[in-house]
T-cell receptor
């Protein structure tokens, strides 16, 4: 069964600290993996898109890694800011010609001053 | 460039009624997809349209339907509403669902009483 599991479910950190969110998937065939950030009351916004051959991709203070062998991805946030408080959703796309998406349940991050 | 626009922003309906939600994609985007988001189930894929044709469909009952017009604008219809249909309905557009990022609207919050 195609599944995407994220951990932890929720996380509270202090402003300025780093954190890492995890995403494990059992999806086949795999096309690409995406991380989205969703602020409360808003639609998700794309952070990174990683294909099978990419190991690391950065977007400012956000760095995503992908290990296609172990089917694991992580999203590392450096020097967290209050504006990083949001839900982070991992999405795996099946083969490009189907475009079918499998969503993780998300990790809710709260950054406290 | 204007983002994805969804209307209305909020909607309250009664059980048994039907509802139509609207989505205007980013100019030039021909793919429009719809998602249901609830606290318990997270984001779930409803269906995707490309050039007025439904290309992918999620595991939702036939009460959920959609269409896409020649200008790429899309509508989603839910008939015979149930309490469990209360959710945030998100629309996303993209150039192509393969490796193209999804651009989400801010959603329509539907409450069924």
């Amino acid at each position: 069964k195609n599944q995407v599991e994220q951990s932890p479910q929720s996380l509270i950190i202090l402003e300025g600290k780093n954190c890492t969110l995890q995403c494990n998937y059992t999806v086949s065939p795999f096309s690409n993996l995406r991380w989205y950030k969703q602020d409360t009351g808003r639609g998700p916004v794309s952070l990174t898109i990683m294909t099978f051959s990419e190991n690391t991709k950065s977007n400012g203070r956000y760095t995503a890694t992908l290990d296609a062998d172990t089917k694991q991805s992580s999203l590392h946030i450096t020097a967290s800011q209050l504006s990083d408080s949001a839900s982070y959703i991992c999405v795996v796309i099946l083969s490009s010609n189907t475009g079918k998406l499998i969503f993780g349940q998300g990790t809710t991050l709260q950054v406290k001053p | 460039k204007a983002g994805v626009t969804q209307t209305p922003r909020y909607l309250i309906k009664t059980r048994g009624q039907q509802v139509t939600l609207s989505c205007s994609p980013i100019s030039g985007h021909r793919s429009v997809s719809w998602y249901q988001q609830t606290p318990g189930q997270g984001l779930q894929f409803l269906f995707e349209y490309f050039s007025e044709t439904q290309r992918n469909k999620g595991n939702f009952p036939g009460r959920f339907s959609g269409r896409q017009f020649s200008n790429s604008r899309s509508e989603m219809n839910v008939s015979t509403l149930e309490l469990g249909d209360s959710a945030l309905y998100l629309c996303a557009s993209s150039l192509w669902t393969g490796d193209s990022p999804l651009h989400f609207g801010n959603g329509t919050r539907l409450t069924v009483t």
